[in-house]
C-alpha cells in the first residue's frame, strides 16, 4: 500500500517539481516540438480510500465546444476528460493509493502530459498549459 508520502517522494525523484501545495504537486513535461503541458498529482479524499488524481488542463469551461471534448473523451486512452470545481478542464486519472504500484505512475503521468497537450491543441484557442 502507496502513502502520500511515498508519491512524493517518488515522483520528485522521476521530474523537476516546479510547485508544492498541501496534497499537490506541479510538473512542467516536454511534450516536443517545443512544447510543454502543466501536469500535476492531487491527493483526494473523497469516498472510502484516499486516491491520487493525475491531472493537466488544457482549458477553461467556455473555452471551448463540449460536444467536440466529449467525442474526443471517448478515443482518450485512460482517464477522462473533467471539469473540477474551478472551471478547468482536465485531461485527469485516478488511482487508489491502497493498491498503488509507485512505478505506474510513470506511463499513467506521461500519457495524461502527452494526452493533455494534444487536447489543448486541439480544442482550445492557445498553447497555456
Not at 482536465?90 to 497537450?117: E, F, N
Amino acid at each position: 500500500m502507496a502513502t502520500w508520502d511515498d508519491v512524493r517522494s517518488y515522483v520528485r525523484s522521476k521530474w523537476p517539481i516546479t510547485g508544492e501545495t498541501e496534497g499537490f504537486i506541479a510538473i512542467e513535461f516536454s511534450t516536443g516540438d517545443g512544447r510543454t503541458q502543466m501536469t500535476g498529482v492531487r491527493l483526494l479524499h473523497e469516498g472510502s480510500e484516499p486516491r491520487i488524481r493525475l491531472e493537466s488542463q488544457f482549458a477553461w469551461e467556455g473555452d471551448l465546444d463540449a460536444v467536440a471534448a466529449l467525442k474526443l473523451n471517448g478515443v482518450l486512452p485512460l482517464g477522462a476528460i473533467a471539469i473540477d470545481e474551478d472551471e478547468r478542464l482536465l485531461y485527469a486519472y485516478s488511482m487508489m493509493l491502497g493498491t498503488l504500484d509507485l512505478d505506474s505512475i510513470d506511463i499513467a503521468l506521461r500519457t495524461i502530459a502527452v494526452y493533455g497537450d494534444k487536447l489543448e491543441q486541439q480544442l482550445s484557442p492557445a498553447d497555456q498549459y
